[in-house]
């Protein structure tokens, strides 16, 4: 019987264990890895001397892979060709860095990873990891560093380029726009940057946005920025310096015209467009009248003729004030005619200091008030006036608005009459007015000032223009009709008095007129007025 009872009980004990087993659970991955991949070893050695490799191998405890590496792996002194790294797809417990350009002699190299270097499973970065090496006797050892700032923006780009050009017998400034330069970082994604194992010596320091990441500036698509002294170190080891990046005006350039329809040809331009002039050379009908208009976005004349004639080419001489000349050529063939298409300033709601006013893709050539209506919700005519603006293509309206209206602008047929003999077809356009207490007021004053004018910019948070305002002498400066949110409040201290912000030149080496910020975003909420002083220093 007890035999029989133990034999049971161990029976009814296995059962259990093989019901537990095979009892469904939940797999848990553990704590989630906030590790970053450590440095182990690298062949040859980092911070090595009398370097004569053509490959370097660098390994971590973990499979790493390289995470943007165009933009983070930074080589200085620059190579051309660039080397060979990998991994550049998968995974790897090592970095292959593979020369294929001749080391310079006597020279130090670093290779800054920046935060390329990433565990392959979370992604965790080995921050700012660098290998250094020279293929002299000895590393060089001098440091410079500082912070980038944008001379207009608040906030300058992320992943700006730092470089130090060797002031030498060869050195003059056009070296920037087709050689690279001796020493090279960036900034990554903060505005701090740091130039390191540098050699005694005197130097250029320069800044540049570099979109095309070859380490020359190219003025059509680049900012640059640059130290106005020669750097000298040892000596200037200690300093920390401050580069603003500016977009330079180009000299000016017509480029080729094109026909786009029946009655417009466009020219594209680079530069200042202010004092350019389109001459036909070609010969054209006695009765031939033209309408130039700046595009409102883009650097284009619009080009408007009429009458349409016959021709497989037209022949333009372009000048402008400097001198410039030029003969260009267009093909000419009969395309479609235009159409009139209206549009306007209103999104919703007009502020109450912005006069409604209506947009053209074709010049404007009269309007006819008399086809041409204004009420409001209550069916009152308005009465309003209209001012054309050639030169601009805007119809300006002006009449006496209240707040917490609603408005409906009516053009009948022929109200409008285009360059080209275009008409409008019946256009109703509906607005409002918001209440007053709807927006908010900033009332600034600005003191210690040195020298007026002075220019103050109130932006959006993106950094959008809304408004300006020019002083001439301390006075409390009203910014109204605000709607709530955040702005910016900048200063341009217009040194040379003419009304706008101007950009620097490299080559002359002048630097972009100064901007101060208010140094906080000031938000304005609706039926608030804002008081702020500020000190300039």
């Known amino acids: 019987m007890y035999k029989k009872s133990y034999t049971l009980l161990l029976t009814a004990f296995f059962l259990f264990l093989i019901v537990s087993c095979a009892k469904k659970g939940t797999i848990t991955g553990g704590e989630k890895d906030e590790i970053p ?15 004569d490799k053509n490959e370097i191998r660098i390994y971590f405890d973990e499979y790493i892979k390289l995470n943007d590496p165009q933009k983070q792996i930074i080589i200085s002194p620059p190579m051309d060709p660039k080397p060979e790294i990998t991994p550049l797809g998968g995974a790897s417990k090592y970095i292959k860095v593979k020369f294929i350009d001749t080391l310079l002699e006597n020279t130090t190299y670093s290779i800054n990873f920046g935060q390329s270097v990433v565990d392959n499973n979370e992604g965790n970065p080995n921050p700012f990891f660098r290998y250094v090496f020279s293929t002299g006797n000895s590393l060089d050892s001098l440091r410079i560093q500082g912070v980038v700032g944008d001379a207009l923006e608040k906030k300058a780009d992320p992943f700006i380029t730092v470089a130090l050009y060797e002031v030498d017998e060869n050195y003059t400034d056009s070296l920037v726009f087709h050689e ?22 005197k130097y250029k320091l320069i800044a540049l946005k570099d979109a095309a990441t070859n380490y020359t500036y190219q003025p059509k698509q680049d900012k640059i920025g640059f130290y106005e002294e020669i750097v000298t170190l040892p000596a200037d080891t200690a300093k920390a310096f401050k580069i603003d990046l500016f977009k330079e005006i180009l000299d000016f350039k017509a480029l080729k015209p094109k026909q786009v329809s029946k009655n417009e040809i466009i020219f594209g331009y680079e530069g200042l467009v202010d004092s350019m002039k389109i001459h036909l050379v070609s010969k054209a009908p006695e009765n031939f009248e033209t309408r130039i208009l700046p595009d409102k976005a883009k650097d284009t004349l619009h080009y408007w003729f009429k009458p349409f004639f016959e021709a497989d080419s037209l022949i333009f001489e372009v000048t402008n004030a400097k001198n410039y000349r030029d003969t260009l050529v267009t093909r000419f063939k009969d395309q479609y005619k235009d159409s009139i298409k209206l549009t306007n300033n209103v999104k919703g709601s007009l502020t109450f200091n912005q006069d409604f006013t209506l947009f053209s893709n074709t010049p404007i050539e009269a309007i006819d008030e008399k086809f041409i209506s204004l009420i409001d919700k209550d069916t009152l005519e308005i009465p309003f006036s209209v001012q054309l603006d050639k030169i601009k293509n805007e119809a300006v309206f002006t009449f006496e608005r209240t707040e917490s209206n609603a408005y409906k602008v009516q053009l009948l047929p022929e109200a409008i009459t285009d360059f080209i003999g275009n008409v409008n077809d019946t256009i109703n356009i509906n607005f409002r007015t918001k209440k007053l207490a709807d927006y908010g007021t ?20 993106q ?31 217009d040194a040379n008095k003419n009304g706008i912000w101007d950009t620097g030149n490299f080559l002359k080496g002048i630097q972009a007129e100064q901007v101060v910020y208010y140094p906080q975003p000031i938000e304005v909420r609706a039926n608030w007025e804002l008081k702020q002083t500020f000190i300039l220093e």
């Open 37 to 51: 991949p450590k440095f182990v070893k690298a062949t040859p050695p980092n911070f090595s001397t009398n370097f």
């Open 442 to 461: 900033i009332f600034f004053t600005l003191q210690n000032v040195k020298q007026y004018p002075v220019i103050i910019q109130a932006t959006d948070e």
């Open 463 to 493: 950094g959008k223009f809304i408004d300006e305002k020019v002083v001439t002498k301390e006075e409390t400066t009203v910014f109204d009709n605000l709607d709530p949110g955040k702005y910016n409040l900048r200063i341009i201290l």
């Open 180 to 201: 690279v330069p001796r020493y090279v970082t960036s900034t990554l994604d903060s505005i701090s940057f740091d130039l390191d194992n540098l050699k005694e010596g």
